[in-house]
């Protein structure tokens, strides 16, 4: 039987260093917020309940966790002063006071860690048998972070760099802030920690001297790249930097064509299908699902959208929630708004904007049109500069063109208004009636020609220039 995982993750720090009327942990990487990626860890884990522990701004980092993770196992616990990392932990006893198992506690402000190494801490922990495990790392300069002390290969303690000994301080192994800890031990553990270092603070880190008295201490080596906090916003975006070519390398092993990963923003829960390519600046944010065999041109940018195989977008074009179908071309410069949801083989090309509308298979806007509310059938030609007036200035209306429906260039369509399958609304037509199926619906004044009527104004004209320039009017020379 799996022994039961709960997780805390540490929110309640301010984060001086950022400079920013913000909290650090909700600084966005990718399109998320730093404290997100942990979070998202220990859920994926199975770890429930999860406990953010929140303090500095607690409201709002409690609201966009929340906002993150709707249906998520969460309880919160607050940090009323930021007392330190043990005083933290100790905050979130109440929350998982029923808790028996093991508790997983990660910082909010270390993004990268990987699953992957959260799986080796639990087996290193299996295997350990004691009460506490911990991840370490080696950066290049441990400057500011606690030194993990060994006695014959064995985790003795943790001592923090202000509190070391210059012996200390040559040790280049530094703890992480990950640890795996017995919620048996875990509780009674933190109410011994004592204040009296150098910082004045509880420091979770004096649980590992404690743990290593009663037996092994299991530790696991990280990568200091995955292992690394955010202090700062130069540390922000190496962190942020070092996600986007973990997540970029990931597609491109999985075969997507990535013209130039260095501009290429893919957030992560983002699906792309193999031989997709993807041109250079293109963003792919929240759910976001594309095909197979589908080329994205540059400087696109797609947030919660699908799009199916096949589908050509060409570049500067925008999709927000919309539903794309295969072999579709889009663009350049085309703007898909919520709501559109897009059969196959549609094309709408540039400066087409459409909220709301379907478009059934093989229909087609290719150049400058609106479409509003809109329900529209199959092989229907859709004219340039059409618009569906769907506002009036109150409530919203719907239009709909029935299949194989051809409307001519320049025509408003004043919703709610129907045209029937077949039918064909002539240029410039004002649509404020229903057009019957099979009929032409025209509205435009009849063309009068005036013959000869430039040589007459032009006569006009010759005629007041011999009269002399005009008399200043006397208001103004006045
Ligand atoms: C901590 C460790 C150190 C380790 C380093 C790794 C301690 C005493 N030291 O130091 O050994 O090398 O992390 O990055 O734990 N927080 C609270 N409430 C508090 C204090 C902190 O929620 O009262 C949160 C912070 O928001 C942050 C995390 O705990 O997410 C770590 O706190 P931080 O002050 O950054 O600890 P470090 O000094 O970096
Ligand atoms: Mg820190």
Redesign the pocket.
């Known amino acids: 039987m799996t022994v039961p995982l709960a997780a805390v993750v540490?929110?309640?720090?301010k984060?001086t260093r950022m400079k920013s009327e913000k909290a650090?942990?909700l600084h966005p990487i990718l399109g998320k917020p730093i404290c997100a990626y942990p979070l998202m860890r220990a859920l994926e884990l199975g770890a429930s309940p999860v406990v953010p522990?929140v303090?500095h701004q607690a409201d709002e980092v409690e609201r966009s966790i929340r906002a993150h993770f709707p249906t998520a196992p969460l309880r919160f616990a607050l940090?009323k002063e930021?007392?330190?990392?043990a005083?933290?932990v100790r905050s979130a006893e109440s929350a998982l006071k029923d808790f028996n198992g093991r508790v997983l506690i990660l910082?909010?402000?270390?993004p990268l860690v990987r699953r992957e190494t959260l799986e080796a801490l639990s087996a290193a922990h299996e295997k350990s048998g004691g009460v506490l495990s911990l991840v370490s790392m080696s950066p290049a300069d441990p400057t500011?972070?606690?030194r993990v002390i060994r006695e014959m290969g064995n985790v003795v303690r943790?001592v923090?760099h202000k509190d070391a000994t210059p012996e200390q301080r040559q040790v280049r192994e530094?703890?992480?802030?990950i640890y795996l800890v017995e919620s048996s031990f875990l509780w009674k553990a933190l109410a011994n920690i004592r204040s009296a270092n150098a910082q004045g603070?509880f420091?979770?880190?004096d649980l590992v001297e404690m743990a290593a008295a009663q037996g092994p201490v299991g530790s696991i080596e990280a990568e200091f790249g995955e292992a690394a906090?955010v202090n700062d916003r130069v540390e922000l975006v190496a962190r942020a930097k070092e996600l986007q070519a973990r997540i970029n390398t990931w597609h491109m092993r999985n075969g997507v064509t990535l013209t130039d990963p260095a501009t290429t923003y893919i957030e992560e829960g983002v699906a792309i299908g193999s031989d997709t390519e993807l041109a250079p600046m293109v963003t792919l944010s929240g759910a976001t699902v594309v095909g197979r065999n589908v080329t994205i041109g540059q400087g696109s940018v797609l947030h919660a959208s699908s799009v199916a195989d096949g589908t050509t977008i060409k570049p500067y074009t925008v999709l927000e929630e919309a539903r794309v179908g295969e072999r579709c071309i889009l663009g350049p410069f085309a703007r898909l708004r919520p709501g559109t949801d897009l059969a196959e083989e549609v094309h709408l090309g540039n400066f087409v904007e459409t909220k709301k509308a379907r478009l059934g298979r093989g229909s087609k806007a290719n150049h400058l049109a609106y479409l509003g509310d809109a329900k529209i059938g199959a092989k229907v030609n859709v004219g340039a500069g059409t618009i569906t007036c769907n506002y009036d200035g109150v409530n919203k209306h719907v239009t709909e063109l029935g299949d194989g429906v051809f409307i001519g260039s320049d025509s408003q369509l004043v919703a709610p208004v129907k045209v029937g399958d077949g039918a064909y609304v002539g240029a410039g037509t004002t649509v404020t009636k229903d057009v019957p199926p099979g009929s032409l619906a025209v509205s435009r004044t009849p063309q009068l020609n005036m013959e000869g009527w430039v040589e007459r104004k032009k006569a006009r004209m010759a005629k007041s220039a011999e009269a002399g320039p005009s008399k200043p009017d006397k208001a103004s020379a006045g």
């Not at 540490?10 to 720090?13: P, R």
């Not at 930021?82 to 990392?85: E, H, P, S």
């Open positions: 540490l929110c309640a720090g984060g650090k942990v522990v303090g940090q930021q007392r330190g990392t005083d933290a910082s909010g402000d270390v500011g972070y606690g943790i923090e530094c703890n992480a802030g603070e420091y979770l880190t906090g």
